[in-house]
């Protein structure tokens, strides 16, 4: 005898998407969700998915004393288990959902950040090795340190972010920035683009 099976169905909505025949078409005929989980193995440390679950796990730590958390942790990491219904509702009516899915807006700003506060550090300790007098000719020239660095911080967010399709779009033009800065290599506009489309 055959088992009953839970057949995937469609939200009756006029006008709006059959994912019930999106399913059929693609030889679907069964759906389910997973319930409980077990870890196999473990993620070694030098994978970027080790840091990435062991930030989820400090924010657990404070899962219960900060009524924000489930905010920052969509931030951080692009997790939005803990929101509640009615946040998530706010958030859609005020326009501002886009906003808790990391996105290349995020990893840019993220860059820029990084990039600026880079720059003033470089500065400030020049001009503290030259007014002790030490020489500055071996130092870091500004830009490629700034950038270079700027550009590992986007990396590890982007990494935070479980490396997403979004998150990996701009990390490569944020990469085809850094290049053309270290390379000092003026591009038309024209190029750029047609360079961002290539490598993406």
Same mark, same amino acid.
């Given at each position: 005898?055959?088992?009953?099976?839970?057949t995937?169905r469609?939200?009756s909505?006029y006008g709006?998407y059959?994912y019930?025949r999106?399913?059929?078409?693609?030889?679907f005929?069964?759906?389910?969700?997973?319930?409980?989980g077990a870890? #196999? *193995?473990?993620?070694?440390?030098?994978? !970027?998915?080790y840091? $990435? +679950?062991? %930030?989820?796990?400090?924010f657990?730590?404070?899962?219960?004393?900060?009524?924000?958390?489930?905010?920052?942790?969509?931030?951080?990491?692009g997790e939005?288990?803990?929101?509640?219904?009615?946040?998530?509702?706010?958030?859609?009516?005020?326009?501002l959902?886009?906003?808790?899915?990391?996105?290349?807006?995020h #990893? *840019?700003?993220?860059?820029?950040g990084? !990039?600026?506060m880079? $720059? +003033?550090? %470089?500065?400030?300790?020049?001009?503290?090795?030259?007014?002790?007098?030490?020489?500055t000719?071996n130092?870091?020239l500004?830009?490629p340190?700034?950038?270079?660095?700027?550009?590992?911080?986007a990396?590890a967010?982007?990494?935070?972010a479980g490396f997403s399709v979004?998150?990996?779009r701009?990390?490569?033009?944020i *990469?085809l920035f850094v290049?053309?800065?270290?390379?000092?290599? $003026?591009?038309?506009?024209?190029?750029?683009?047609?360079?961002?489309v290539?490598f993406?």
């Amino acid at each position: 005898p055959l088992k009953p099976s839970i057949t995937p169905r469609s939200t009756s909505l006029y006008g709006g998407y059959d994912y019930q025949r999106y399913l059929l078409r693609h030889k679907f005929f069964v759906t389910g969700s997973i319930q409980t989980g077990a870890r #196999l *193995t473990s993620t070694p440390m030098w994978h !970027w998915q080790y840091w $990435r +679950y062991r %930030v989820f796990q400090a924010f657990e730590q404070h899962k219960d004393e900060l009524a924000t958390l489930d905010i920052l942790l969509a931030l951080a990491l692009g997790e939005r288990q803990w929101m509640s219904a009615e946040r998530w509702q706010a958030l859609q009516r005020t326009g501002l959902s886009h906003l808790m899915a990391i996105s290349g807006l995020h #990893l *840019t700003l993220v860059f820029a950040g990084a !990039w600026l506060m880079l $720059r +003033y550090l %470089v500065v400030a300790g020049t001009i503290c090795l030259q007014l002790l007098r030490l020489k500055t000719d071996n130092t870091f020239l500004l830009t490629p340190a700034a950038a270079i660095g700027a550009w590992f911080v986007a990396l590890a967010y982007a990494a935070l972010a479980g490396f997403s399709v979004s998150t990996l779009r701009a990390l490569v033009l944020i *990469t085809l920035f850094v290049v053309s800065r270290l390379t000092q290599q $003026r591009l038309e506009p024209m190029y750029l683009l047609l360079y961002g489309v290539l490598f993406v």
